[in-house]
């Protein structure tokens, strides 16, 4: 059984910086991408950024652009997402996301439980 465990979140002043980690556990897993959402009180779930794993490609959400970045290591299963010059919107539940499934690789089938971020002002 796959599982995503993030780790890396707590609070920061606005202005700083955090770096979140998602490791994929299970011996079965492949991923066609990995990438990270946010969900914050009261909003839907928005998507943060991602990456390919076979080219290594990064997207991001236009609030995120210029201020997060995505990197993955392949070897580790594990993706990265650095958060520079945070603000205080950007608090929120961050969630890691896979796509492993051959059947329908652009869903996001796997879900961390997600770490919780939070930037004061």
């Known amino acids: 059984q796959v599982q995503l465990v993030e780790s890396g979140g707590g609070l920061v002043q606005a202005g700083g910086s955090l770096r979140l980690s998602c490791t994929a556990s299970?011996?079965?897993?492949?991923?066609?991408?990995m990438g990270w959402f946010r969900r914050a009180p009261g909003k839907e779930r928005e998507f943060v950024g991602g990456i390919g794993w076979s080219g290594g490609d990064t997207y991001y959400g236009d609030s995120v652009k210029g201020r997060f970045t995505v990197s993955g290591d392949d070897a580790k299963n594990t993706v990265y997402l650095q958060m520079n010059s945070l603000k205080p919107e950007d608090t929120a539940v961050y969630l890691c996301?896979?796509?492993?499934?051959?059947?329908?690789?652009?869903?996001?089938?796997?879900w961390g439980r997600g770490t919780q971020v939070t930037v004061s002002s």
């Open positions: 996301a896979a796509r492993s499934s051959p059947v329908s690789p652009s869903a996001w089938n796997l």
């Open positions: 299970g011996r079965s897993f492949r991923s066609y991408g």
